[in-house]
T-cell receptor, first 111, second 115 residues
């Protein structure tokens, strides 16, 4: 079983829509959680860390559900510039720095 | 001003050749990594160095040899290149953290094509 599983999509939504991605992780000891975005032929860039109590950054909201071992990302009022692949990332609970990336969920926002 | 920079950006070479990719970070981070992203876009860790010391060595063929001359640099040398080595190689760095792992900062990638 992979460390991190994501629905690859693609998700195609109109501008202004609200879209949500989920991601499940396999190791209950995982401590660190992140969402990255990766544009086509570019490097992954940190979108936001995910905290236990959930956190928001503008139009983006991240939630963590430890009991069910999933994290989610909600994007409100989608913009064309949100089109990208969103990568779910976690660790195994050690601080060795080994982070595991999901395969990514592809989002296309159309005008 | 680039935080994590790697060179070259593109590398096209023939099977059997030996090539190197260089990476430098100016963020003052202690830990550096090499990740490989294959054609299916799956990002997988290869190596990690902390203060010049190898701490993660995933199941990677020994044709791949990382070298960290100092904590700001991590290079990757690949011997006897094979077709299956074609991928995008990302260098990354992170700071030391307590109670969890810090996020990674990636370089812009090296697109390796082996013909």
């Amino acid at each position: 079983r992979k460390e991190v599983e994501q629905d690859p999509g693609p998700f195609n939504v109109p501008e202004g829509a609200t879209v949500a991605f989920n991601c499940t992780y396999s190791n209950s000891a995982s401590q660190s959680f992140f969402w990255y975005r990766q544009d086509c032929r570019k490097e992954p860039k940190l979108l936001m860390s995910v905290y236990s109590s959930g956190n928001e950054d503008g139009r983006f909201t991240a939630q963590l559900n430890r009991a069910s071992q999933y994290i989610s990302l909600l994007i409100r009022d989608s913009k064309l510039s949100d089109s990208a692949t969103y990568l779910c990332v976690t660790d195994r609970g050690s601080t060795l720095g080994r982070l595991y990336f999901g395969r990514g969920t592809q989002l296309t926002v159309w005008p | 001003d680039t935080a994590v920079s790697q060179t070259p950006k593109y590398l096209v070479t023939q099977m059997g050749n030996d090539k190197s990719i260089k990476c430098e970070q100016n963020l003052g981070h202690d830990t550096m990594y090499w990740y490989k992203q294959d054609s299916k876009k799956f990002l997988k860790i290869m190596f990690s160095y902390n203060n010049k010391e190898l701490i993660i060595n995933e199941t990677v063929p020994n044709r791949f040899s990382p070298k960290s001359p100092d904590k700001a640099h991590l290079n990757l040398h690949i011997n006897s290149l094979e077709l299956g080595d074609s991928a995008v190689y990302f260098c990354a760095s992170s700071r030391k953290s307590v109670g969890g792992n810090s996020p990674l900062h990636f370089g812009n990638g090296t697109r390796l094509t082996v013909t």
